[in-house]
């Protein structure tokens, strides 16, 4: 396997974070200055990934670059895309008065000409743990190894997504938005539904038990969910082709959201997902994950997440000092 045929990762770092109120993608959380990319960056290159392609805004590139480049730059072949909100199929023009990007599924779009093999999707601000990156890598370095053999048997498209249980992946401090996923007893995930306002709450059989919960009406009502409910925090991989599903796509998408929603719209990467596998164009592996995930979704957060970071460098999971 040459190094241009193996796993890529694709992180998507173009949200600005506007519930935390700041580029919070790169807001240092580490005792040397590190930010929580620093730590993803450093668990994936353990785990074998070597070339990475960041999805940014263009305006925030200068920035980006003075974290990234000389630190794990220096370790990892890095490049950029950049998320433009014209960046749309021929024929397709931004409606008036938009401004707000098209979502994750566009994301990835964005980076079309820098992906030519199987690759891996995440969030820029989101913690995984490095067992998430060790697993994403063995099935990846499975696909490309198939690609080396000359292809594999015809048959659904092959997808993989680490799940965390729901429970670990809240805050105290709000809302937040998980896909929800449905499992099939042979672990081949069916479908993920978006949730946008999940949060604890008091639960109806014992209002001094916080349960998750998620309202589809801005509170009005809750419907509670089980804390190990599965959900996706946008850890994906996939084939190559997934491109082409996303691309091709993308017109129906617009067609739908100009004519409904043209200002706030949104093109999800979980969408396009559930479309292939209902069509049977895809089949997506679950691969669960047991781990504690951390992010900085509100500004309260951020010192949580410090402080379970330092603690894994205490305990030696993590050097000091990530780069030296």
């Keep these: 396997m040459s190094d241009q045929e193996k796993p ?52 925030n590139a200068e920035a980006f670059r003075g974290l990234i480049d000389g630190r794990a730059g220096k370790h990892l072949d890095v490049r950029y895309a950049f998320q433009k909100l014209d960046d749309l199929p021929d ?36 913690y995984y743990g490095s067992g998430a990156f060790q697993t994403m890598y063995e099935f990846l370095e499975g696909l490309c190894n198939e690609d080396d053999l000359s292809g594999r048997e015809a048959g659904p498209d092959r997808y993989a ?57 801005d509170g009005g009502t809750w419907s509670m969910l089980a804390p190990d409910t599965p959900v996706s925090m946008n850890f994906w991989g996939f084939e190559r082709s997934f ?6 796509g993308f017109p129906a998408f617009l067609d739908k959201a100009l004519a409904e929603d043209p200002l706030k719209g949104e093109y999800f990467l979980p969408s396009v997902v559930t479309e292939k596998i209902e069509s049977g164009g895809a089949e997506v592996n679950v691969l669960r994950s047991a781990d504690q995930w951390y992010g900085v979704t509100y500004k309260e957060d951020k010192e949580n997440v410090k402080n379970a970071l330092q603690s894994m460098k205490d305990k030696g999971f993590y050097p000091e000092k990530l780069w030296d």
Excluded at 105 to 112: C, E, G, K, S, T
Excluded at 170 to 178: D, P, S
Excluded at 243 to 248: F, G, P
């Design 161 to 217: 997504m680490v799940a965390f249980q729901l429970d670990k992946t809240l805050t105290e401090n709000g809302h937040v938005a998980r896909g929800v996923c449905e499992v099939g007893d042979n672990g081949v995930l069916k479908k993920v539904t978006e949730r946008t306002k999940i949060m604890w709450r008091p639960s109806e059989d014992d209002p001094e038990t916080k349960v998750p919960a998620y309202t589809e009406d």
């Design 8 to 59: 890529i990762l694709l992180i998507m770092a173009a949200g600005m974070g506007s519930r935390y109120g700041g580029l919070k993608q790169i807001d240092p959380v580490g005792s040397h200055g590190e930010i929580i990319l620093d730590f993803s960056l450093y668990d994936a290159m353990l785990a074998g990934f070597e070339r990475v392609v960041f999805v940014i805004k263009e305006e």
């Design 243 to 248: 491109m082409d599903a996303v691309s091709d």
């Design 91 to 126: 024929g397709y023009e931004v409606p008036e008065g938009r401004v707000k990007p098209w979502g994750t599924a566009h994301a990835v779009y964005a980076a079309r000409d820098y992906i030519d093999a199987p690759f891996c999707v995440i969030n820029a601000d989101d």
